[in-house]
């Protein structure tokens, strides 16, 4: 099921599936990918309870193995709506025996997206139901329709960063686990990333100690898209590889894959958050078109 929201400026759908923003629209024109399975067949997934892959497909717990998916199991499982009105909705998923299976925890995950003219404020509100210490990553995957205007080409467009900064890239391996090989990312002025196909031939940039905010623009053109997350470290930039996909995801994660050749003890993960039992984490991003 599609849930709409507008404010007279944005319209936003968004399915109880995995709790997906599944269309944005400014003046009449769309600026979220469509989700064409030819590239790729998702829009804006929730990555929950784990950002990436897992080594052997698996991670360690309180002396037992799991198996798990790639980001986790949020993005395809049912939301139910607690919360509608015309600018806000508010998605929750409940622990089930099917997610018990895997990840041994009671919780509950709120999603919210509100609407504040151009902006859409995205919050992320876990309740740990435990009686022990719960570990996870969550973050944001969404696509964004590249070009933005007609007779404009992907390569017109560049990422900004807010303010100067020297980030890091986080070392992949080539089957995208972490290699613990990271270096410098220089931009262009400290600021710009332009955009080609080819930046994504050996898949997702992840970067590291970064402006809290970018802006993905053209000077050809007039509209652009502001992702900010100010307490989210990490950012991932992708399409698929070696393709000439028409749109970028701009990817705010807490938290990091696996380590090549490792399967991970979530106690160990120090990127993981943790959250006490009968406590509550929240964290904000947002999306603005202009």
């Not at 109880?16 to 600026?31: H, P």
Request: net charge negative; glycine share 6%; hydrophobic share 35%.
């Amino acid at each position: 099921m599609e849930y709409q929201l507008d404010n007279g400026c944005l319209r936003l759908l968004v399915a109880s599936c995995g709790a997906q923003i599944q269309a944005i629209e400014k003046d009449g024109a769309q600026y979220l990918w469509d989700g064409d399975e030819e590239y790729w067949p998702e829009r804006a997934p929730l990555l929950f309870p784990f950002v990436g892959r897992f080594t052997e497909g698996k991670y360690r717990l309180d002396g037992q193995e799991f198996e798990m998916d790639i980001h986790g199991f949020a993005r395809k499982l049912p939301f139910q709506v607690t919360e509608q009105t015309k600018e806000k909705i508010v998605l929750e998923l409940r622990d089930s025996q099917e997610t018990y299976a895997s990840y041994p925890y009671h919780f509950v995950l709120q999603v919210s997206y509100t609407l504040q003219k151009n902006k859409i404020e995205i919050k992320y509100q876990v309740r740990n139901l435990s009686d022990k210490m719960m570990y996870f990553g969550i973050g944001g995957h969404p696509g964004f329709r590249v070009p933005l205007e007609n007779g404009l080409d992907f390569e017109d467009y560049y990422l900004e960063f807010a303010k100067e900064c020297r980030p890091d890239r986080v070392g992949h391996t080539k089957a995208c686990f972490l290699s613990g090989m990271n270096e410098e990312f220089p931009l262009e002025d400290g600021q710009i990333l332009r955009l080609s196909h080819d930046l994504f031939d050996d898949d997702a940039i992840v970067l590291a100690h970064m402006a809290d905010e970018v802006a993905l623009k053209s000077d050809k053109g007039s509209r652009q898209v502001r992702v900010a997350y100010p307490d989210l470290p990490y950012l991932g930039l992708w399409h698929v590889p070696n393709t000439d996909a028409p749109y970028v995801c701009i990817e705010p994660w807490t938290s990091l894959p696996s380590r090549q050749g490792v399967v991970e003890d979530f106690q160990y993960k120090s990127d993981l958050i943790r959250l006490w039992p009968g406590k509550s984490y929240v964290n904000f991003w947002s999306i603005t078109i202009e």
